[in-house]
């Protein structure tokens, strides 16, 4: 709090000052005896007027700025049976504290897009507390429009900006990708700005692309306790990679899995996990640098059977990589389900493979051509066995599923299975029962 009341104190006196010696300045100017002398006063003092006003509208905004900041600043990490060394002792939470108490902010990662608004719009209206949710705009690129449009939305957002701009230098044959080491650099920037300067206990990340559900916020409120509970989870994202609206059961919107693929697209990451990675943060391919064994560590995301983001941003670093065959059509969900009325304890990990591997390999197993041709519909739910990384590729590129693998992790699989509906039924493309572990060889 002393703090925040310096700033404010300092703020004023820049201000009065200012203001103070302008006055000074014009009270004491000598008064000329000739016309034209008068002429050219009277032409100086409309110009230092016009500029005394502009000064003013400038140091109003720096108040602004210095009071929105203060607040951010007056904030502290609200832990939940965090490490205690890092909890000032002032601010340890009361007993009661529980995860529905916990402040998560909204991290908007944003460069130069102009509508960078559709997905601030959304945000605001289907957040249900300002207080718990604070949206925090992270912008890169110096883009004046881009800024403009988050200036629009006043205290509702807090609007930060990414101090460095330049270019970085990289390997030669990398010149192309220079995008990718300057968003590589934002991310590490913001995040550190998150849970560093702000303190927050954890965070959820979107960028100014995305479309959020009207349960976005619900989810993962709901999502939060588990991610602190079990630590074989990592984050919780909103994001299906192979949630195109014919391959997911829209009936079953409040359907949950693990994956071992990181999504990203909208994802809640704890600080701890921030402490682990910020040192070994790396210059580019941050998602794909997320997806290693090395970062991963045999640990899970939680992920929906609908999408809770959608993206609407063809235009990138990626020129549109993946957007027209994939990305424009993931279904977004459309209505609101009550997670934090549901028991999701079936996310842990003990409970889920005793629940979900049983269920993928008691489905019966079909050929690839049976599925196709719709054949065998009596079976209901089935199974599609593939052996290795050619016959997984050759099976998800005929059912139109996503068929990268990254470190060899297919994308929304856990344990080498995934789950998608194809033509109406449930499919398990999964490996044989008895997996040993991913291959990184098969990227």
């Known amino acids: 709090m002393l703090k925040k009341s310096s700033l404010v104190l300092w703020g004023a006196a820049l201000f009065i000052a200012w203001h103070g010696l302008l006055l000074l300045f014009l009270w004491s100017r000598p008064p000329s005896p000739a016309a034209a002398d008068g002429a050219r006063l009277t032409a100086e003092v409309i110009r230092l007027a016009h500029d005394a006003e502009t000064e003013l509208e400038r140091q109003k905004e720096l108040l602004r700025q210095i009071r929105r900041y203060s607040q951010l600043w007056g904030r502290r990490r609200v832990p939940i049976a965090p490490k205690s060394s890092q909890i000032p002792p002032k601010l340890s939470p009361p007993p009661t504290l529980t995860a529905a108490d916990a402040v998560l902010p909204v991290l908007v990662l944003a460069c130069d897009r102009s509508t960078v608004r ?150 809640l990451l704890l600080a701890e996990l921030w402490d682990e990675l910020e040192p070994k943060w790396p210059r580019a391919f941050w998602d794909d640098w997320m997806r290693q064994p090395e970062q991963r560590r045999d ?66 197993e079909v050929k690839v051509e049976e599925l196709q041709g719709n054949r065998r519909r009596e079976l209901g739910t089935v199974r599609l066995q593939y052996s290795g990384r050619d016959s997984f590729k050759a099976f998800a590129k005929a059912l139109g599923l996503m068929d990268d693998l990254k470190s060899g992790v297919p994308r929304a699989g856990y344990r080498g299975i995934v789950s998608f509906v194809y033509r109406g039924r449930r499919v398990y493309l999964a490996p044989p029962s008895d997996w040993r572990g991913y291959d990184p060889s098969w990227s």
């Open 118 to 267: 559709r997905c601030l719009d959304k945000l605001l209206r289907y957040r249900p507390s300002a207080q718990r949710f604070p949206v925090i705009v992270s912008q890169d690129c110096g883009h004046a429009e881009t800024a403009a449009v988050i200036a629009s939305y006043g205290d509702a957002v807090a609007h930060i900006r990414q101090p460095d701009l330049s270019d970085i230098p990289v390997p030669a044959e990398h010149r192309k990708f220079q995008g990718y080491y300057k968003i590589a650099r934002h991310y590490r920037w913001a995040l550190g700005q998150v849970f560093r300067t702000f303190r927050y206990r954890a965070a959820i990340v979107v960028e100014d692309d995305l479309e959020i559900a009207p349960d976005f916020f619900e989810y993962f409120q709901a999502a939060f306790p588990l991610l602190l509970a079990d630590r074989s989870l990592w984050c919780v994202s909103a994001w299906n990679d192979n949630g195109k609206e014919q391959m997911v059961d829209v009936g079953q919107a409040d359907l949950l899995y693990r994956t071992d693929f990181f999504p990203g697209l909208g994802w």
């Open 299 to 364: 640990r899970s995301c939680v992920r929906p059977e609908v999408s809770r983001t959608m993206t609407f941003g063809r235009k990138g670093v990626s020129h549109g990589q993946f957007f027209d065959q994939y990305l424009k059509f993931i279904k977004l969900n459309d209505r609101f389900v009550p997670f934090t009325r549901l028991d999701l304890s079936y996310l842990k990990k003990e409970e889920y493979e005793r629940s979900f591997l049983p269920k993928v390999y008691a489905a019966p």
